[in-house]
Nanobody, 120 residues
Framework: QLQLVESGGGLVQPGGSLRLSCAASEITFDYYAIGWFRQAPGKEREGVLCISSSGGTTDYADSVKDRFTISRDNAKNTVYLQMNSLKPEDTAIYYC?????????????WGKGTLVTVSS
């Protein structure tokens, strides 16, 4: 079964940058679409960005447009979320998740998340 592990979270100042990684347990990782989701305190989980098996990307949240970038390195079984110009409202637990399609109504495989805190 596919397992996902997020890393790279931490405390960062507003305006700073952070790169999150999502590492997968299987080489069949490249068949999956991988999405990044986040859940801020007191809010429901929301999608951020998703990348398909072919490398096409889907923006789930307008708030991160031109600030966040998703990419994948299939040779390393890893998907990245590069976060720039971070804002306090970006504070959340960030999860990566896998499914066949970015347009699916629910991801089947989830990591345990990594906490990103944006604060001065």
């Amino acid at each position: 079964q596919l397992q996902l592990v997020e890393s790279g979270g931490g405390l960062v100042q507003p305006g700073g940058s952070l790169r999150l990684s999502c590492a997968a347990s299987e080489i069949t990782f490249d068949y999956y679409a991988i999405g990044w989701f986040r859940q801020a305190p007191g809010k429901e989980r929301e999608g951020v960005l998703c990348i398909s098996s072919s490398g096409g990307t889907t923006d789930y949240a307008d708030s991160v447009k031109d600030r966040f970038t998703i990419s994948r390195d299939n040779a390393k079984n890893t998907v990245y979320l590069q976060m720039n110009s971070l804002k306090p409202e970006d504070t959340a637990i960030y999860y990566c998740a896998a499914d066949l399609l970015c347009s699916g109504d629910g991801m089947n495989f989830w990591g345990k998340g990594t906490l990103v805190t944006v604060s001065s």
